[in-house]
């Protein structure tokens, strides 16, 4: 792939060309006597007597997830086997995946990284650089930054990062550099497209996370895997599952693609894209039909009975607390009044001759209208397969829901979490054992030690951001600060923006150009670096000093092998950098420092913490970690405005959408757009790789070596497609061109391409050229406009 | 003939096909190029994660696959070095010094596992991690399948526990009729 040819300069010296078609082409010259060139090849001289194996532990970063403990095999330098590491209090939980350990055959491929600092020498995009020195390079952007604050202020730099290193330092370093130099950064949840899924947990649970652990479903008689594929997307889960499965519970996936997960479920339920939130109307209609919800719970623990007034949609209070109608003393009170019995239907009459009803209500009369037949129609399905589902989801009990991202790419992005939720409450799922609508299926996982008041990591200074405020703007308004000229300067980190971002021509064109200044920093060549001014050279999860808190551990990762080249971790840049502009106050610590500062407190839960064993083991288990299986809201208590599980939202009301509701998708086949653009395109996460991350080695060649568009048989043929035919999948966005992968294995109609491709690996083109970011007025009102990556129609023919 | 035999069964009720067995034996074994030492297939289809039957109920569902450890293994019978030999832990391994990396192996199995490191000329094949083994560690594969698809252990012990499982599981070898009496069962 990569070609690699030496020659000499005019000077006589020896310099080093690299031609780089990892991202497209990009040609870097490297000049000779670069100490760091020595270790491309492998192990140093220091290295090379020591061909005993040591372990040097270190946890995945990337942003899967499960964050494994990984156990490094390191002899001569070099990495050679990843295993999984031990979890203490968890023997049954060690896992590695096929990526987590390729990642490790990536980074120590000095062809695949960025070994020094280099200077775009052609125009942007072209992927002409040349090699600069440290020193030059912090000087540029040192002088970059101070120009920007004196001619337009310090809110003119942008400091982006997204998330392809989840450790401490890592991650945070550039934000917090952003922070002390006064700058913007970003909340990038809502353009790489996950926050639709915090926003409808926020909506209902009143937090953006929350769920069973995977072991709960073996209290679960029916266990849905919904837009979720487990196995590819949180693999440290999947034996659970199976688990679960073993032990007497119906699995079934939820997906317009047969994913992996539907390899070890009882039933794939092939939805059509973008209309998960109709399945679980219909679903909820059924049972309220046919009297299968559950009354005592929703009365007891959610929005259902609270009174909401008949002529302006908000909760009805009196003095400021939520109304009920009770059913003994036929008069309206206030919620939780001893002894009453809150009504969830009817019409009534409050004080002052006020109408009103129970929000509940309102949310059966929109189910209501999402028959069996009616909901079999929108989501493709056949009408017993719906009403098998639902009669299954009501009687099975408990049925434990695990939700996925896949569904909420889309617009209205905050609806499917939101609805699929309330399904499980109106079947009173919510915080009982094998029950829930889990996101992540993550959970607070210390028990809290009564009185202690102390942190339980000293982060006080590394949050000091020398009184400066912390300014951070949606990520779905970076696209419009930058062509409105409000970004001057732009550091990128642990992202590879334009890969993973909407609407790739949109972003080339007319995002990037309207930005003066653009440094990238990344280990590894990205399309994203193509397009920026500097890139510098970052460092993995297997380099730096870094620390990751996953509760109940604490996980380091160290340096495993020597310097590639002369990186340096992200912390090391910004650190470099605040010194040239100032700030070197608030950045006085190496990385190793600052990790072990972050370790220094009191709390009791480390009272066994010692640095030497942290460092031979690389993990750390509180002592006040639960170990068992946990799950949230057990004891019925919601951040919610109203304190109850919130189905109804009384800020919605004003665009209509006070309880869930279906909309059809942006891009509907059925609309006008449909007849030029026929089939929707989604981009599901695959086995190979996270994001961008991960791609391009041979160990993984062997799973898939170029990305497919995976097309339903039936639409094939239709278009005289046959499989592994070349084809140019289009709409008037941009277009890429690619094999097919002709399957009965997805949804007709639909068409997939994994995430996270990078140009080069396509034929031509990235499927990001037919994507796009389409602001959306209920979700900038909730919070900010999740990109809908899944909302997107295309057509295909043979290239 | 050996008396002790290491054995391993796969359970295909639990593959997802994710491939972590595999790429875990090549990047841990560093075998070279396209090649690896034990590889997955998708059960009735010809291309891999292609599945079976028509929409919308297609049938998805995988197999691992990795020598077999044969009791009467044609691999070492066949091989004119004799590189190719059953240990006494009837583990089939090759000592590579005397291995000529004729593929005489590849031509006598008839589930087609070994393969040449094109890089070393020499054959390459699965020996159940025996270095690994010898220690209590697992082999690669089982220890990283993120499914716990396979287990390995003992079967020349009646009651070992993996005897047991294949008792219960009624977990039988692939393709038994070339009557090269696998070690490798599968559920």
Same mark, same amino acid.
């Given at each position: 792939?990569?070609?690699?040819?030496?020659?000499?300069?005019?000077?006589?010296?020896?310099?080093?060309?690299?031609?780089?078609?990892?991202?497209?082409?990009?040609?870097?010259?490297?000049?000779?006597?670069?100490?760091?060139? !020595?270790?491309?090849?492998?192990?140093?001289?220091?290295?090379?007597?020591?061909?005993?194996?040591?372990?040097?532990?270190?946890?995945?970063?990337?942003?899967?997830?499960?964050?494994?403990?990984?156990?490094?095999?390191?002899?001569?330098?070099?990495?050679?086997?990843?295993?999984?590491?031990?979890?203490?209090?968890?023997?049954?939980?060690?896992?590695?995946?096929?990526?987590?350990?390729?990642?490790?055959?990536?980074?120590?491929?000095?062809?695949?990284?960025?070994?020094?600092?280099?200077?775009?020498?052609?125009?942007?995009?072209?992927?002409?650089?040349?090699?600069?020195?440290?020193?030059?390079?912090?000087?540029?952007?040192?002088?970059?930054?101070?120009?920007?604050?004196?001619?337009?202020?310090?809110?003119?730099?942008?400091?982006?990062?997204?998330?392809?290193?989840?450790?401490?330092?890592?991650?945070?370093?550039?934000?917090? !550099?952003?922070?002390?130099?006064?700058?913007?950064?970003?909340?990038?949840?809502?353009?790489?497209?996950?926050?639709?899924?915090?926003?409808?947990?926020?909506?209902?649970?009143?937090?953006?996370?929350?769920?069973?652990?995977?072991?709960?479903?073996?209290?679960?008689?029916?266990?849905?895997?919904?837009?979720?594929?487990?196995?590819?997307?949180?693999?440290?889960?999947?034996?659970?599952?199976?688990?679960?499965?073993?032990?007497?519970?119906?699995?079934?996936?939820?997906?317009?693609? %047969?994913?992996?997960?539907?390899?070890?479920?009882?039933?794939?339920?092939?939805?059509?894209?973008?209309?998960?939130?109709?399945?679980?109307?219909?679903?909820?209609?059924?049972?309220?039909?046919?009297?299968?919800?559950?009354?005592?719970?929703?009365?007891?623990?959610?929005?259902?009975? !609270?009174?909401?007034?008949?002529?302006?949609?908000?909760?009805?209070?009196?003095?400021?607390?939520?109304?009920?109608?009770?059913?003994?003393?036929?008069?309206?009170?206030?919620?939780?009044?001893?002894?009453?019995?809150?009504?969830?239907?009817?019409?009534?009459?409050?004080?002052?001759?006020?109408?009103?009803?129970?929000?509940?209500?309102?949310?059966?009369?929109?189910?209501?209208?999402?028959?069996?037949?009616?909901?079999?129609?929108?989501?493709? !399905?056949?009408?017993?397969?719906?009403?098998?589902?639902?009669?299954?989801?009501?009687?099975?009990?408990?049925?434990?829901?695990?939700?996925?991202?896949?569904?909420?790419?889309?617009?209205?992005?905050?609806?499917?979490?939101?609805?699929?939720?309330?399904?499980?409450?109106?079947?009173?799922?919510?915080?009982?054992?094998?029950?829930?609508?889990?996101?992540?299926?993550?959970?607070?996982?210390? @028990?809290?030690?009564?009185?202690?008041?102390?942190?339980?990591? @000293?982060?006080?200074?590394?949050?000091?951001?020398?009184?400066?405020?912390?300014?951070?703007?949606?990520?779905?308004?970076?696209? @419009?600060?930058?062509?409105?000229?409000?970004?001057?300067?732009?550091?990128?980190?642990?992202?590879?923006?334009?890969?993973?971002?909407?609407?790739?021509?949109?972003?080339?064109?007319?995002?990037?150009?309207?930005?003066?200044?653009?440094?990238?920093?990344?280990?590894?060549?990205?399309?994203?670096?193509?397009?920026?001014?500097?890139?510098?050279?970052?460092?993995?999860?297997?380099?730096?000093?870094?620390?990751?808190?996953?509760?109940?551990?604490?996980?380091?990762?160290?340096?495993?092998?020597?310097?590639?080249?002369?990186?340096?971790?992200?912390?090391?840049?910004?650190?470099?950098?605040?010194?040239?502009?100032?700030?070197?106050?608030?950045?006085?610590?190496?990385?190793?420092?600052?990790?072990?500062?972050?370790?220094?407190?009191?709390?009791?839960?480390?009272?066994?913490?010692?640095?030497?064993?942290?460092?031979?083991?690389?993990?750390?288990?509180?002592?006040?970690?639960?170990?068992?299986?946990?799950?949230?809201?057990?004891?019925?208590?919601?951040?919610?405005?109203?304190?109850?599980?919130?189905?109804?939202?009384?800020?919605?009301?004003?665009?209509?959408?006070?309880?869930?509701?279906?909309?059809?998708?942006?891009?509907?086949?059925?609309?006008?757009?449909?007849?030029?653009?026929?089939?929707?395109?989604?981009?599901?996460?695959?086995?190979?790789?996270?994001?961008? %991350?991960?791609?391009?080695?041979?160990?993984?060649?062997?799973?898939?070596?170029?990305?497919?568009?995976?097309?339903?048989?039936?639409?094939?043929?239709?278009?005289?497609?046959?499989?592994?035919?070349?084809?140019?999948?289009?709409?008037?966005?941009?277009?890429?061109?690619?094999?097919?992968?002709?399957?009965?294995?997805?949804?007709?109609?639909?068409?997939?391409?994994?995430?996270?491709?990078?140009?080069?690996?396509?034929?031509?083109?990235?499927?990001?050229?037919?994507?796009?970011?389409?602001?959306?007025?209920?979700?900038?009102?909730?919070? %900010?406009?999740?990109?809908?990556?899944?909302?997107?129609?295309?057509?295909?023919?043979?290239? | 003939?050996?008396?002790?035999?290491?054995?391993?069964?796969?359970?295909?009720?639990?593959?997802?096909?994710?491939?972590?067995?595999?790429?875990?034996?090549?990047?841990?074994?560093?075998?070279?190029?396209?090649?690896?030492?034990?590889?997955?297939?998708?059960?009735?289809?010809? %291309?891999?994660?292609?599945?079976?039957?028509?929409?919308?109920?297609?049938?998805?569902?995988?197999?691992?696959?990795?020598?077999?450890?044969?009791?009467?293994?044609?691999?070492?019978?066949?091989?004119?070095?004799?590189?190719?030999?059953?240990?006494?832990?009837?583990?089939?391994?090759?000592?590579?010094?005397?291995?000529?990396?004729?593929?005489?192996?590849?031509?006598?199995?008839?589930?087609?596992?070994?393969?040449?490191?094109?890089?070393?000329?020499?054959?390459?094949?699965?020996?159940?991690?025996?270095?690994?083994?010898?220690?209590?560690?697992?082999?690669?594969?089982?220890?990283?399948?993120?499914?716990?698809?396979?287990?390995?252990?003992?079967?020349?012990?009646?009651?070992?526990?993996?005897?047991?499982?294949?008792?219960?599981?009624?977990?039988?070898?692939?393709?038994?009729?070339?009557?090269?009496?696998?070690?490798?069962?599968?559920?």
């Amino acid at each position: 792939m990569t070609k690699y040819i030496p020659g000499t300069s005019p000077d006589g010296r020896i310099t080093r060309r690299w031609f780089l078609q990892g991202v497209g082409t990009i040609a870097v010259t490297y000049s000779a006597g670069a100490g760091g060139i !020595l270790s491309l090849t492998g192990p140093s001289a220091q290295a090379a007597d020591d061909d005993k194996v040591k372990y040097i532990h270190s946890c995945c970063t990337v942003n899967c997830t499960s964050r494994c403990h990984l156990k490094g095999h390191v002899k001569g330098g070099r990495i050679v086997a990843v295993t999984p590491g031990r979890l203490p209090g968890r023997d049954d939980y060690p896992s590695a995946c096929l990526r987590g350990m390729s990642y490790a055959q990536r980074l120590q491929d000095p062809k695949q990284r960025v070994l020094f600092p280099m200077k775009r020498v052609g125009e942007r995009g072209e992927g002409k650089f040349e090699q600069i020195s440290w020193d030059e390079a912090f000087d540029i952007i040192a002088t970059k930054l101070k120009e920007t604050r004196e001619k337009h202020g310090p809110q003119a730099a942008s400091f982006w990062t997204m998330s392809g290193n989840l450790a401490k330092l890592a991650w945070e370093s550039t934000t917090r !550099l952003g922070f002390t130099f006064g700058g913007t950064t970003y909340s990038s949840e809502g353009l790489m497209g996950d926050h639709g899924a915090s926003m409808g947990m926020e909506l209902v649970f009143g937090q953006q996370r929350g769920g069973h652990d995977t072991r709960d479903y073996m209290n679960s008689k029916l266990i849905i895997l919904w837009g979720r594929n487990l196995a590819d997307t949180h693999t440290s889960e999947l034996r659970y599952i199976i688990k679960a499965r073993e032990n007497g519970a119906k699995v079934v996936v939820i997906d317009p693609r %047969q994913c992996s997960s539907a390899a070890v479920a009882d039933q794939w339920i092939p939805i059509r894209p973008q209309t998960d939130p109709a399945l679980a109307l219909g679903m909820i209609n059924y049972m309220i039909s046919r009297n299968l919800h559950d009354v005592a719970w929703l009365k007891a623990n959610s929005c259902a009975p !609270l009174l909401v007034r008949d002529d302006d949609g908000q909760y009805l209070r009196i003095d400021s607390a939520y109304a009920v109608w009770d059913e003994k003393s036929k008069k309206v009170v206030p919620v939780g009044t001893a002894g009453a019995d809150p009504a969830i239907a009817g019409e009534y009459v409050g004080a002052n001759g006020v109408k009103c009803h129970p929000s509940f209500v309102d949310l059966a009369r929109e189910a209501a209208k999402y028959s069996i037949k009616t909901t079999a129609d929108i989501c493709g !399905l056949e009408e017993a397969v719906v009403e098998q589902l639902a009669h299954e989801y009501a009687t099975m009990k408990p049925a434990g829901i695990r939700m996925g991202q896949g569904m909420q790419r889309v617009y209205n992005a905050h609806t499917p979490f939101r609805a699929v939720a309330t399904l499980a409450a109106v079947a009173g799922y919510i915080g009982v054992p094998g029950g829930g609508a889990s996101h992540m299926g993550g959970t607070a996982s210390i @028990n809290p030690i009564p009185g202690v008041t102390v942190p339980d990591f @000293n982060f006080a200074e590394w949050a000091n951001t020398g009184g400066k405020p912390r300014i951070q703007k949606s990520s779905s308004q970076f696209y @419009n600060m930058a062509e409105n000229g409000e970004i001057k300067f732009l550091w990128i980190a642990v992202s590879n923006l334009i890969n993973q971002s909407p609407d790739a021509n949109r972003v080339i064109k007319k995002v990037l150009p309207n930005i003066p200044f653009i440094v990238d920093v990344d280990p590894f060549w990205t399309w994203t670096g193509k397009y920026a001014d500097l890139v510098l050279p970052g460092k993995t999860h297997w380099e730096v000093w870094d620390v990751l808190v996953r509760s109940p551990w604490v996980m380091l990762d160290q340096p495993a092998i020597p310097t590639m080249g002369e990186s340096k971790s992200d912390c090391e840049i910004c650190t470099e950098v605040a010194k040239r502009i100032g700030l070197e106050s608030l950045w006085n610590k190496t990385d190793e420092q600052w990790v072990r500062t972050f370790l220094t407190s009191k709390h009791p839960a480390f009272a066994a913490f010692k640095w030497d064993n942290f460092v031979k083991e690389g993990i750390f288990a509180r002592s006040d970690g639960i170990f068992d299986p946990v799950f949230s809201f057990k004891d019925q208590k919601y951040k919610t405005p109203t304190g109850k599980f919130e189905f109804y939202s009384e800020k919605l009301k004003r665009f209509d959408q006070q309880v869930p509701t279906y909309t059809r998708m942006l891009e509907d086949p059925k609309g006008e757009r449909g007849r030029k653009y026929p089939l929707v395109c989604i981009n599901y996460h695959d086995r190979l790789n996270v994001h961008s %991350q991960h791609m391009l080695y041979s160990a993984l060649k062997l799973v898939q070596s170029e990305p497919l568009v995976q097309i339903n048989t039936t639409d094939a043929r239709a278009r005289g497609i046959s499989d592994g035919a070349r084809v140019r999948v289009f709409n008037d966005r941009g277009s890429c061109v690619l094999k097919a992968f002709v399957t009965e294995g997805i949804v007709p109609g639909t068409v997939g391409i994994a995430n996270g491709w990078t140009p080069d690996q396509y034929i031509e083109g990235n499927n990001q050229n037919l994507t796009h970011l389409t602001l959306n007025p209920v979700e900038e009102a909730i919070s %900010q406009t999740n990109s809908a990556f899944y909302d997107v129609l295309v057509e295909i023919q043979n290239a | 003939m050996s008396t002790k035999q290491y054995a391993m069964v796969i359970d295909t009720t639990r593959c997802v096909g994710c491939q972590t067995c595999v790429v875990g034996c090549k990047i841990n074994y560093q075998v070279p190029g396209n090649s690896s030492l034990c590889r997955v297939e998708t059960i009735g289809s010809k %291309q891999m994660y292609k599945p079976t039957g028509t929409f919308p109920h297609p049938v998805l569902a995988f197999r691992p696959l990795l020598c077999n450890h044969c009791v009467d293994a044609p691999c070492v019978k066949n091989c004119p070095t004799g590189a190719m030999h059953k240990d006494a832990n009837g583990i089939v391994s090759i000592t590579r010094d005397v291995c000529i990396g004729c593929g005489t192996c590849i031509r006598s199995c008839p589930y087609g596992m070994p393969v040449l490191n094109q890089e070393k000329k020499k054959m390459e094949k699965c020996d159940f991690c025996m270095e690994r083994v010898e220690v209590g560690e697992k082999p690669y594969c089982v220890e990283a399948c993120p499914a716990e698809a396979r287990i390995f252990g003992v079967i020349s012990d009646p009651n070992s526990e993996l005897s047991r499982l294949v008792a219960t599981k009624h977990a039988k070898p692939l393709t038994p009729e070339y009557g090269t009496r696998p070690s490798v069962y599968y559920i």
